[in-house]
């Protein structure tokens, strides 16, 4: 089994659809998700989201890459440009990329429905190459 982290900023919305898209869609593959300032709770529309996509698991939370530094990742995404310049520091080598997604926390659902769409076409296409 592949392992996947995807990170972002607040650990609130991007990073949390992409790990829970990823764990939905692509066989052989884990993801999980943190934030380099994670809020400590997902966004009320992301989990709505995932709740229609009938990709929503009471186990995503917002949290710190400390809660999952242990795990030998074999490839580390991140999804927000601040996440991007903040990855260097990720302290063990593995495979990194970047696919940045427009924040969509304070927007109206619809932003969170578009972003869903736009990662399932490019996001994860992007992560079963790379793995």
Same mark, same amino acid.
């Given at each position: 089994?592949?392992?996947?982290?995807?990170?972002?900023?607040?650990?609130?919305?991007?990073?949390?659809?992409?790990?829970?898209?990823?764990?939905?869609?692509?066989?052989?593959?884990?993801?999980?998700?943190?934030?380099? @300032? !994670? &809020?400590? #709770?997902?966004?009320?529309?992301?989990?709505?989201?995932?709740? =229609? %996509?009938?990709?929503?698991?009471? *186990?995503?939370?917002?949290?710190?890459?400390?809660?999952?530094?242990?795990?030998?990742?074999?490839?580390?995404?991140?999804?927000?440009?601040?996440?991007?310049?903040?990855?260097?520091?990720?302290? @063990? !080598? &593995?495979? #990194?990329?970047?696919?940045?997604?427009?924040?969509?926390?304070? =927007? %109206?659902?619809?932003?969170?429905? *578009?972003?869903?769409?736009?990662?399932?076409?490019?996001?994860?296409?992007?992560?079963?190459?790379?793995?």
């Amino acid at each position: 089994m592949k392992k996947v982290l995807v990170m972002c900023t607040g650990n609130s919305c991007r990073s949390i659809i992409g790990e829970a898209l990823i764990n939905k869609y692509l066989d052989g593959v884990k993801a999980y998700s943190a934030g380099t @300032k !994670p &809020v400590g #709770k997902v966004n009320e529309n992301a989990k709505k989201v995932l709740i =229609k %996509e009938n990709a929503w698991n009471d *186990n995503y939370h917002s949290k710190n890459l400390d809660e999952i530094i242990d795990i030998d990742f074999d490839l580390v995404v991140t999804v927000c440009d601040n996440a991007k310049e903040s990855c260097p520091i990720f302290p @063990k !080598p &593995v495979n #990194k990329r970047h696919i940045g997604y427009v924040d969509p926390a304070g =927007k %109206e659902y619809k932003e969170f429905e *578009n972003l869903v769409e736009k990662m399932k076409k490019e996001f994860l296409p992007m992560i079963k190459e790379l793995i």
